[in-house]
């Protein structure tokens, strides 16, 4: 069964303090790696996707780094408007289902 | 386009009563899923369709749900008879592919 693990449940940070998510997992055979955002009310935005270990993508102030067994996001001189909380889910091969991590919520404070 | 609409966005009933929730997917896009989303339990896949075909039920939670996708531009997840602990925000994604998901807002369901 697909694992996802995501810590820390929770961040606050200053505006300008760069920092990072991790989103650790366990999965049969990686298909493919997601990353999301969620405002408050609102269904989950797609980020990246991520396919291989060793592949980067980068969105503005974000990046996703993805190894054997863990993602990170990276957050650099993040922004008030980049509070949300960010989710990870694997796919597996053969299996059309997203397994979802918990999230981290994160906040940046003026 | 308009993104993945679903409705309505909040809905309150009683224990026992029928809900029916709605979703029209993007238009294109050949793969339908609906979520739950609970503080203790995170996003859950219910079930996906492809092409209009049930693919994978196995997370519905019980025989009191049932989801249809009678054409390719709309889907319903209904609840009969629901219950207290079926309050939860649902969300219907589309995907063109295997891959990315696109949300609706979601629909916040009460059960008193």
């Known amino acids: 069964e697909d694992q996802v693990t995501q810590s820390p449940e929770a961040l606050r940070l200053q505006e300008g303090e760069s920092s990072s998510l991790n989103c650790s997992y366990t999965v049969s055979g990686l298909r493919g790696l997601f990353w999301y955002r969620q405002d408050p009310g609102k269904g989950p935005e797609f980020l990246f996707t991520l396919y291989s270990a060793g592949e980067e993508k980068e969105k503005e102030r974000l990046k996703a780094t993805l190894t054997k067994k863990e993602s990170f996001l990276h957050i650099t001189a993040p922004k008030p408007e980049d509070s949300a909380t960010y989710l990870c889910?694997?796919?597996?091969?053969?299996?059309?289902?997203?397994?979802f991590g918990t999230g981290t919520r994160l906040t940046i404070i003026p | 386009d308009a993104g993945v609409i679903q409705s309505p966005r909040h809905e309150v009933t009683e224990m026992g009563q029928e809900v029916t929730l709605r979703c029209k997917p993007i238009?294109?896009?050949?793969?339908l899923f609906w979520y739950r989303q609970t503080m203790m339990r995170g996003l859950e896949l219910l079930i996906y369709?492809?092409?209009?075909?049930?693919?994978?039920d196995s997370g519905m939670p019980e025989d009191r749900f049932s989801a249809k996708m009678p054409n390719a531009s709309f889907s319903t997840l209904k609840i009969q008879p629901s219950e207290p602990r079926d309050s939860a925000v649902y969300f219907c994604a589309s995907s063109p592919s295997g891959d990315s998901r696109f949300f609706g807002s979601g629909t916040q369901l009460s059960v008193l």
């Open positions: 369709f492809n092409n209009n075909v049930p693919i994978d």
């Open positions: 238009s294109g896009h050949n793969s």
């Open positions: 889910a694997v796919q597996s091969f053969g299996n059309e289902k997203l397994t």
